[in-house]
């Protein structure tokens, strides 16, 4: 991954949560958080 792309997508993903945070209130990131916690605990559980 160049830095190119590692810059242009932290800036894609800090923008679509602002954008959650101005709309959405948040609501999307904290769903996906949580579904990422039970998917870590799930692989944890096969290892």
Known sequence: MTNK????L???IIVLLLVDLVFGDMQSSLFLAKKLAAL???IAFWR
């Not at 792309?5 to 242009?8: M, N, S, V, Y």
């Open 5 to 8: 792309l590692a810059i242009f």
């Open 10 to 12: 932290g800036g894609v």
């Open 40 to 42: 870590s605990e799930y």
